[in-house]
């Protein structure tokens, strides 16, 4: 006879650690790589799934918690709610259905990885030790000072214009933003390698519209607040090291590339502290709190604080000072997105006829200078890059835009 156990893979991680949660939650790790949050009862009786009769189990679960539980009870918690997380089989020992993957609100879909997990292990070994903390103040340190000479002493706007009048140098400049996504990835790494976590696969792929890289850190959270805060800044951190080695490129040759080159990091690590989408600015807020996934609390909030409805039970789950970090997460994105989207309708049609009239005389001029085919790949980059933040910001706002005229229908209507 065929007894219930946790699907073959499945690791028990245990207590998540400096969550936002009154009662904390419990980490257990499928096999194919996903997290998934249990309260303490289920994961007691995850861990007493060794293939056993379910009513050993179920007087297993009677001694560790005191309260009273019958094989019934068990074959209930197992098949309504281990099963259908992809945790256990069946109390009768039939395989659960294949699982999907969660779709977590302005995710990140579109991904192809290029380094495995054992590739990604090695690289960031390589790069691991600057997360000391010498090293790190040290680094940090000669940042601050480079930034101060940068912004205090070079023409950075002339340089601007010398490096868009040659497509050779539009072309390095969008080869080293392509390497500075790439060394910020593996600071991601890195600093989950430091923390005694393995960091996942590394990839490619595409974020809303935007051509992204990404590196899968779910791993961290095995980590306390601190070594997950780590995790999310490590991405920046090696930015800050990127322009650290394109200022030591500048002062060996005063390429003015190399100024525009720093400028389009400085616009990564903006975009990248952003707290707004699913960039490492909302990861920091949302392991700060301890609170993985905030966008679930946008309905809750607005319901408790907008509408003055009694708190939703999801609310009472979080402890208090997190809830006022989330709450103030909240009241902040949501303006935020509408005047985002308000701004995007406003300057559209104006937007639309000043990138159509660029792209024309791109198109003209691509092969008038001395390099035509770089001065044609140059323009189909700059064409790229004109379009891409239009639909992007569209196709970001359109969501959250139906979901509040959704909200809004149903708080006018009358009953």
Known sequence: MALPALVAGTELVGEFEDSGYREPPHLVCRPDGQVVRLPALLYQLARALDGRPVAQVAEQLSAETGRRFAAEHIVFLIDKKLVPLGLSTYSDGSPPPPTAKPDPFLSFRFRLAVLPERATWFLAGLFAWLFRPALVLLA???FAYGETW????QDTGAALRSVLSSPADVLLVVVLAVASCVFHEMGHGAACRYGGVRPGEMGCGVYLVWPAFYTDITSSYRLG??????????GVYFNALFVLGLLGLYGATGN???LVAILSV???MIQQLLPTLRFDGYY???DLVGIPDLFKYI???LRRVVLRRPQDESLKALKR????VVAAWVLFLVPALVLQLGLVLANLPQLLRTDWQTIRLLAEHAGASGYPVLGTVAACLQVVLLTLPVVGVTLALARPARALARGAKRWLSPG
């Open 256 to 258: 003015p590339l190399m």
């Open 266 to 268: 400085h616009l990564e």
């Open 284 to 286: 920091i807020v949302a």
């Open 225 to 234: 607040r601190a070594g997950r805060i780590r995790a999310d800044l490590g």
């Open 150 to 153: 940068l912004w205090l002493t």
């Open 140 to 142: 940090l340190g000669a």
């Open 299 to 301: 309905a809750p909030i």
């Open 321 to 324: 000072w997190p809830q006022v």
